[in-house]
Each structure stands twice: as C-alpha cells, then as structure tokens.
C-alpha cells in the first residue's frame, strides 16, 4: 500500500481540529486534516450554534416584555417556525461546503474518511467507497475527535431512542412534552429551549441544577425554568425507561412516578471518541481519554511524553475544558508549538509562555444560555476552599446597579467574587442575570491577569451600565488603605 507522508496529520476537523491544522500550516508545515463527518464538527452543527440559535428568540422576546414601553409592543407569541428556520441557517443546514472551501484557502489538505491508527505515526483512512488510504507524519499527530454523548446504564434507555444533544439541537419539529435526564449545562439550555417553543418539559436530575457552579446560580435558574412552566424532579434518578408502542417515553423514577413524553432528552455527560481510533495499535486504551501536558502533548502515567512525543490531543478528547473556546485556546497552542518543535525554534512551555494552555487549569471562561444566563470564570467559593486558598467571598445583587435596573425592570441577578486574601487577587468570578455573559471577559481578565485589587479600583466602568456591579463588588470588599 502506497503511503502518503505529512509533517502533520490531525484526525477531527471540527473548530479545534481546524485551528491546530491552520496554526501549524502557518508555522511552515505540510498538514493533512482527516473528517468522516462534516467539517467544522460538532459545535457547529449539534452544538454551540445550533443551540444558542433555538434560544436566542426566547430570550429576546421576554427581554421585551421586562421593559415597560416595549412589553406593550408584544402583541404575537413565538414562530417556532421560524425558529426552526433561523437554526437551520446557522448549520448552513448541515452542509460543509464553506468550511470545506476555508480548509483549502488556508492551504489544508482535507481528507474525507475515517481514520484508525495503525502504528506509530501512521493511520489509515477508509473513504465513503471503502477504499483504505496509509497516511504518516514524520513529526506529529493530533486527535482532535471531541466527545460523544454519554448514555448511564438505565435499563431499557438505549432501546428506547433517546435524544441526545444532537437531535435536540437539529430537530425539526417541536415535541408536545419533552423529558430531559440532567442537570448540567445542556439539560439546562435545551429545557429553556424548548419550553420557550412550546413543550412540556420534565427535567429530572439526580442532583441540583447546574450543581458544579455557585449554588445561587442553580438556585436562581432553577426558579426561571419553574416560571417558563419547566416541572423540576431534582435529587432523583431514573430507575427505568421505556418506549411504548403509540411512541410515548415512559420514565420510572425512584421516587415511585413516572414521567410521560413524547421524547426523552439525555444529557449526563459525555464519553471520548477514541473507541474506534486503533489506539490499541499504539499501546493506549481505546474509549480512554488521553492526558496531556500543558503543551498538549499526550503522555504516558508518569506524566512523560507518549512514545517520544509524537502524538497531540486537543479539545474535549483530553479531558481538560469540555468547551469549544477553550479547545480552540490548545487549539492555537498546539499548532504552534508542534511547529516550532519541527522546525527546531525554542519552545516557550512555562506557565502563560506562547505554547501552553495554562488557563485550562484555574482560569477557564462559561458561559450557560439559560434565562438567566450563568457567567463564570476562574475558581468556585468551594474549588477555591478545596485547593487550599484563604478565602473571602464577596457577593452583591446586580438589580441594585443602576445600569442593570435601566436595562430591564425588576432585573434580579447576583454576582460573586472570589479574593485570594494572601495575595489579594480575584480567583473566580461568577454572574448570574439577564445578558450577564457580556460581562465575563473583563472577570476574565482580572482571573487570568492576577491583577491586584488594589489596580482594579483604578478601572473604571462606565456609568450607567452593569459592568458597575465591579465597584459595587470593590467597595463591599473595602478598599486597602493607600490604595
């Protein structure tokens, strides 16, 4: 079999894959991208945009009823049609062709097929006929495969047809009822969804809402989506499903009830796609998540690099940040840093250096589209407690900004800030309230900045807006005297 060679071959091409390829084609290396699926991957057609696309009608429809002059305006209800529609303009309706024409202008050879190690800096790719091309790269291989939905072992779920993130997100016609197992960000986002399009929607969860973040911010959801006629079973768990034969979803709870829908959402988690990938033929587990170094490198249990350092993952599939800005952030890392390797240029691998994802560890932006949304960066009050930091907590209710209290009436939202009282910096910051996403990248700054409390009374937000929920968090801190 003949074998075609590349200095670097990365296997995924969604938005990770497509920056690790175009960063390191920018630093002087013949790159190959390999895809079975569409380029541009999940985020942008089950994920990210899709979603966000579903919600945004909504949210902007009960922003207008929250602001007196305008709520008057709102005569109609929703057009899910047109919803629909708007999504499905969003996924290009899951047509690849622009992606696939940005991968050749950036001067990546993209691969259509399926792609399976066989051997150190080798794969095969098997095309839509069936034909198996040999591919090696003489420097680096990146797995870029993203993650799948995970389904627990519920007696009865897997025959049952569930939904996952992917029909909720591509669906083309809106359930009567719709039953979703989770409490996380994709259970949260696609309930709002698709109770502001019209289902009845069931969420059970075996724990909280949104139980890894601030407790207000699952406190404060939770109370939304009981307002937009969500029904909440929280601290309990499926004991069993079904799908009977008039197609009904059957849910048996361990409470003793039961739930009835149309369809059942799952969205407990999610698992690596490395199970078919061939990994044993390089001596890694296959279904396995794949560590790596803060230059993305994978490495074996002593936290050396694998085989000699050959072989990259970036995004989902390492297990770092399951988000797709976070992704692109190794994304960029990687590329570069597998370039500067080939090429035999210095390596900057210390913390915050060029070619290291440092922020994966405590300085990590999300964003959760819910009403209200969730805004967080950086360490929990209880993450930063549990990694040993001397704490303070500083909390201030953001309807009392003046902004905020323009922007919709009766606004109601919360933010937190968590100070490391030894070096007094910002550990984490989270918001919760109406369009408190475009309040992060300034908590962002100050998280992956360190910059001092001290430095933080001198920048200014502009009056009258929310972003002055930052003095009114500085002031019930208390200033430092001569700061």
């Known amino acids: 079999m003949t074998t075609t060679e590349y ?27 390999v895809e079975s699926e569409l380029v541009g991957g999940e985020c942008s057609y089950w994920a990210c945009m899709p979603s966000k696309a579903l919600l945004r009608s909504g949210t902007v429809l009960r922003a207008a009823r929250a602001v007196g002059g305008a709520k008057q305006a709102v005569t109609g209800e929703i057009d899910v049609a047109a919803v629909l529609e708007r999504r499905n303009s969003f996924t ?11 991968v050749e202008g950036a001067g990546i050879d993209l691969i259509r097929g399926y792609a399976r190690f066989v051997g150190p800096k080798e794969i095969e790719v098997t095309g839509t006929d069936g034909q198996t091309t040999r591919y090696s790269a003489t420097h680096a291989i990146t797995v870029s495969t993203g993650s799948a939905a995970l389904l627990p072992d519920v007696p009865g779920l897997k025959e049952a047809r569930p939904w996952t993130s992917r029909e909720a997100t591509s669906a083309q016609s809106i359930p009567p009822r719709l039953a979703i ?69 059957v849910v048996h709870l361990d409470d003793g009830s039961t739930v009835v829908a149309d369809e059942l959402l799952v969205a407990t988690g999610r698992t690596p796609r490395t199970d078919d990938l061939g990994l044993e033929t390089i ?11 803060d230059t993305l490198r994978v490495v074996d249990a002593d936290g050396e690099p694998f085989d000699g350092g050959w072989l990259y993952a970036t995004g989902d599939v390492n297990h770092r940040a399951l988000l797709t800005h976070q992704g692109k952030y190794q994304a960029r890392a990687a590329g570069d840093v597998i370039a500067a390797r080939a090429a035999g240029r210095e390596v900057f691998d ?39 930091y001397r704490t303070r ?57 360190q910059v001092p409390l001290d430095r933080l009374w001198h920048a200014v937000p502009a009056y009258p807006t929310i972003n002055e929920v930052w003095l009114r968090l500085l002031e019930t801190y208390g200033r430092p005297v001569g700061a």
């Open 7 to 33: 200095d670097l071959i990365v296997i995924g091409a969604g938005a990770i894959g497509e920056n690790v390829a175009d960063r390191a084609v920018r630093g002087g290396l013949r790159t190959a991208l």
């Open 92 to 102: 290009s309706d899951w047509k690849d062709a622009s992606q696939a024409e940005w």
């Open 181 to 249: 197992i989770g409490g996380g960000v994709v259970a949260v986002e696609m309930a709002t969804a698709y109770a502001s399009l019209g289902s009845v929607v069931t969420l059970v969860s075996r724990g909280g809402i949104l139980s890894t973040m601030e407790p207000f911010a699952g406190e404060l959801v939770g109370a939304s989506l009981r307002d937009l006629g969500v029904s909440l079973h929280l601290d309990t768990s499926p004991t069993g499903v079904e799908r009977l034969g008039g197609g009904d979803v």
């Open 283 to 293: 001596g890694l587990t296959p279904g396995d998540w794949l560590t790596v170094d």
């Open 350 to 388: 210390q913390p915050w250096g060029a070619h290291v994802a440092t922020a994966d560890h405590q300085a990590v932006p999300q964003v959760t589209f819910s009403d209200p949304e969730v805004a967080s960066v950086g360490l929990t009050a209880a993450a930063a407690e549990k990694a040993g």
């Open 393 to 449: 907590v500083v909390d201030y209710e953001i309807g009392n900004v003046a902004g905020a209290s323009v922007h919709a009436d009766g606004y109601k939202g919360t933010a937190r800030m968590v100070v490391d009282e030894d070096r007094k910096v910002v550990l984490g910051v989270t918001f919760v309230g109406p369009d408190v996403g475009e309040l992060l990248h300034a908590a962002t700054i100050a998280v992956t900045g």
